[in-house]
């Protein structure tokens, strides 16, 4: 499918989240028990909940989930779309999120966009899909998930949110919510 290697930063966003599951079954999307390695579709059954990190450079669910070709009830609602020096979140028909962009100059330095997002596919499995622009943002994302969305579930009826992410303390590192980075809402959806 011409996905890269997941980056560290990847898998440790996602131990955020797999730490407040039970009854999982944690593994690789390269690994042909979880992920389709023709298609990229997730292996699973109907009701089967399946949590996935990293964007479509890296991963093939993603990858599958935003391609213009997949059909309509497998599509993600939010994808990537790369423009020139620009990266943007868009809707699943191709328009752009307001204000859902960043220029690359500043991903994987001191700001990025990530997207939280779930959806039941065209077999039944409810996805959720977790990257940023960038490893930071990833990252971010784990951590959000971990400090609002897990405690606060009721709140997040949305299918989707994208939050901006900024190292406002300037450690270099990516901070937990209120711990020195500012986590803004820049938009969400069904």
């Not at 999307?29 to 023709?38: I, L, P, R």
């Not at 997002?117 to 977790?130: A, H, K």
């Not at 930071?136 to 784990?142: D, F, I, L, S, V």
């Not at 949110?161 to 270099?172: A, K, L, M, R």
């Amino acid at each position: 499918l011409g996905c890269g290697a997941a980056l560290t930063s990847d898998w440790l966003a996602s131990a955020f989240v797999t730490t407040k599951l039970e009854n999982i079954a944690e593994g690789l999307d390269t690994d042909s028990s979880f992920v389709n390695q023709a298609t990229g579709e997730p292996v699973g059954d109907p009701g089967t909940g399946i949590l996935t990190f990293g964007g479509p450079f890296v991963n093939p669910i993603v990858k599958r989930a935003e391609n213009h070709s997949t059909p309509s009830t497998d599509r993600a609602p939010v994808r990537f779309h790369s423009g020139g020096d620009t990266f943007y979140f868009q809707y699943s028909n191709g328009t752009n999120i307001p204000n859902a962009s960043l220029p690359l100059s500043v991903i994987n330095n001191d700001e990025d966009l990530f997207v939280i997002e779930r959806y039941v596919d065209g077999d039944g499995r409810l996805i959720t899909i977790c990257y940023g622009f960038g490893w930071p943002g990833t990252y971010a994302a784990g951590k959000y998930f971990d400090r609002e969305v897990f405690p606060n579930l009721g709140r997040f009826i949305n299918s989707w949110i994208i939050v901006h992410w900024e190292d406002t303390n300037g450690d270099g590192f990516v901070n937990n919510p209120g711990e020195g980075d500012t986590y803004t809402i820049i938009a969400t959806g069904n």
